[in-house]
Nanobody, 119 residues
């Protein structure tokens, strides 16, 4: 069974640059698309950044494009999200997610890590 464990986050000042990490286990990491999603209080969960199993150009939401960078390390079964120039509106629970590359929806989710941005 695939398991995802996130780390990083916490309380950050506006303009800060934390890095979230997610360790993948229980499957063959190299055939999984990976993504970071977030859910703010009172809002629906949204996609933040995704990266395909084969690498290539990641996809970002408009709200984080140019500020966040997703990357994967197939040697260590991990995916990271480098967040720069954080804003209070980036406050949310951030989730790591995985899907086998043939699937259309993300099937596996981490427990989430809270990121709170203070102004």
């Amino acid at each position: 069974q695939v398991q995802l464990v996130e780390s990083g986050g916490g309380l950050v000042q506006a303009g800060g640059s934390p890095r979230l990490s997610c360790v993948f286990s229980g499957g063959t990491f190299s055939i999984y698309d990976m993504g970071w999603f977030r859910q703010a209080p009172g809002k629906e969960r949204e996609s933040v950044a995704t990266i395909r199993w084969s690498g290539g150009t990641p996809s970002y939401s408009d709200s984080v494009k140019g500020r966040f960078t997703i990357s994967r390390d197939n040697a260590n079964n991990a995916v990271s999200l480098q967040m720069n120039s954080l804003r209070p509106e980036d406050t949310a629970i951030y989730y790591c997610a995985a899907r086998i590359f043939t699937r259309s929806s993300y099937d596996y989710w981490g427990q989430g890590t809270q990121v709170t941005v203070s102004s």
